[in-house]
């Protein structure tokens, strides 16, 4: 394993936010739906193998394979470039401004909604054989999943709102720190292992990610779950976004950004303070 110390891994997160910012709009959207839609996938995989299983913790040691599959192809998440992009702003790389970044997240935000609804068009698809047979007990936990995550979180008003949000940042420090994680070496073995566990955790703990929830809940709408685009937007996917970015930037890029980019000058020891020491 090459490892690379935090100082340049720091540095490399700036640079990729620069680079995020001046990709042109095609490779943003054609990377953002790829990624939208291989996330969609593995949740997909894992929400099957829940059924089929009954066992929570199997399906959330399987559900990283899709983040790492995007990862190594450099596909973007709207989680990912809410803890990277703002870096090349706050530390003033030329051109990169609060439009650009406003830019680079709407593409992608588009972009990973394209991909994570073709997905859940597909598996509805499949499981319906068209949309002439029922989906079984898979549609039915879809749908359950859904409804307790949208009217579950409404039935305790702004507590609830709240939830969700805060919800939403435990996710986006767990993933973040497994795209970090991922920096740390040069070997994709070594990669591998540090993008596995932190993003297994924010699965195994029901924490919200804006991304797997553009496809999971209109998935969940089309296998019947009773809830409306109103209730998903304002009881999941705006606050998941929100505690996503708070996540994903406070408690991940900026930290690291503060004391290993804009590291701070040594403490001396004064004449005194040797003397005693002597």
């Known amino acids: 394993m090459a490892y690379i110390e935090p100082s340049e891994f720091a540095t ?3 640079d990729s936010g620069e ?7 095609k490779d943003t959207l054609v990377r953002a739906f790829m990624a939208g839609a291989i996330l969609g ?3 997909f995989f894992a929400i099957t193998v829940i059924v089929k299983t009954g066992n929570p913790l199997v399906g959330a040691l399987l559900f990283p394979v899709g983040f790492i599959m995007l990862y190594l192809m450099k596909f973007d998440l709207l989680t990912g470039v809410f803890t990277l992009v703002p870096l090349a702003v706050i530390d ?3 051109g990169c401004t609060i439009d650009q970044l406003l830019r680079n997240w709407g593409l992608v935000f ?3 909604f394209a991909g ?3 997905v859940a068009f597909f598996a509805s698809y499949i499981l319906t054989y068209g949309y002439n047979t029922d989906g079984g007990a898979l549609a039915a936990k879809v749908s359950s999943i859904g ?6 979180y409404q039935e305790h008003g702004l507590a609830g709102w709240i939830t969700i949000f805060f919800r939403g940042m435990l996710c986006n420090w767990m993933v973040s720190m497994g795209v970090v994680g991922a920096l740390i070496s040069t070997s994709a073995t070594s990669k591998m292992m540090a993008m596995w566990m932190p ?3 924010f699965f195994f703990m029901g924490f919200e990610h804006s991304i797997v929830n553009m496809f999971l809940f209109p998935f969940s709408m089309i296998m019947g779950g009773d809830f409306t685009v109103v209730d998903y937007l304002v009881w999941n996917e705006i606050p998941t976004a929100l505690g996503n970015l708070a996540g994903g930037f406070l408690l991940v890029g900026l930290p690291l950004y503060l004391t290993h980019v804009k590291t701070s000058p040594e403490r001396k020891l004064n004449e005194a303070a040797k003397s005693r020491l002597a």
């Open 199 to 201: 993003v297994m955790l």
């Open 147 to 152: 409804e307790s995550r949208t009217l579950g």
């Open 116 to 118: 994570a609804l073709t």
């Open 92 to 94: 003033k790389r030329p």
């Open 12 to 14: 490399k997160m700036v």
């Open 41 to 43: 996938l593995a949740a």
């Open 19 to 25: 680079q995020k910012i001046f990709m042109s709009t």
């Open 110 to 112: 588009v972009g990973n």
